[in-house]
């Protein structure tokens, strides 16, 4: 099975700052990688796909980027709103496996 | 818009069996591959299974083979879960979810969960 790894777990920023998360993949995942934010008590939301394919209706200050086995996703400029936990997801083969998510506080 | 809606969680007791369904609505249901996510309160996610389009394809993660069965019913756009023999520590919300294909697997819809707990 791939195992992905993220870092950090939680981050705290400042509305405005650029935040990026980084995802590890334990093998070559390709550009086979998904990035999802879930808010408390709601179900996750498909943020970006194909490492940096932003979601129809995804706000551009989301970016992907990377390949083979190490990701990032950046907000450019954290917003408050986007106070959540994000995880990304591989799919180039199965089992599908999820990070162990980042949580996002904003300071 | 799309919507996919689960069902059948509840409080059940260990080795004991329970069947989700999720109903699925504004897409072609049977054109999309289909998948169970759970996540246990307060924790990540877990992929459980999926199911190709036609139902001709299945995979299920090794936590849950050879005790749950994924299966569809594409004339009533419902995707099922039958779950036997349930473990304490598969206490957890149920997701289903879309995928675009069976190879292109981010899940781009989710319910809302339906939380299954079973507990003596």
């Known amino acids: 099975d791939i195992q992905m790894t993220q870092s950090p777990s939680t981050l705290s920023a400042s509305v405005g700052d650029r935040v990026t998360i980084t995802c590890r993949a334990s093998?070559?995942?390709?550009?086979?990688l998904a990035w999802y934010q879930q808010k408390p008590g709601k179900a996750p939301k498909l943020l970006i796909y194909?490492?940096?394919s932003l979601e129809s209706g995804g706000p551009s200050r989301f970016s992907g980027s990377g390949s083979g086995t190490e990701f990032t996703l950046t907000i450019s400029s954290l917003q408050p709103d986007d106070s959540a936990t994000y995880y990304c997801?591989?799919?180039?083969?199965?089992?599908?496996?999820f990070g162990g998510g980042t949580k996002v506080e904003i300071k | 818009q799309v919507q996919l809606v689960e069902s059948g969680g509840g409080v059940v007791q260990p080795g004991s069996s329970l069947r989700l369904s999720c109903v699925a609505s504004g897409f072609t249901f049977s054109s999309h591959a289909m998948h169970w996510v759970r996540q246990a309160p307060g924790k990540g996610l877990e992929w459980v299974a999926v199911?190709?389009?036609?139902?001709?394809?299945?995979n299920y993660a090794d936590s849950v083979k050879g005790r749950f069965t994924i299966s569809r019913d594409n004339s009533k756009n419902t995707l099922y879960l039958q779950m036997n023999s349930l473990r304490t520590d598969d206490t957890t919300i149920y997701y289903c979810?879309?995928?675009?294909?069976?190879?292109?697997?981010?899940?781009?819809?989710w319910g809302q969960g339906t939380l299954v707990t079973v507990s003596s």
């Open positions: 997801q591989q799919y180039n083969s199965y089992p599908l496996t």
């Open positions: 199911i190709s389009f036609n139902g001709g394809t299945k």
């Open positions: 979810a879309r995928a675009l294909t069976y190879g292109q697997a981010y899940l781009d819809y």
């Open positions: 093998q070559s995942i390709s550009t086979w």
């Open positions: 194909k490492v940096s």
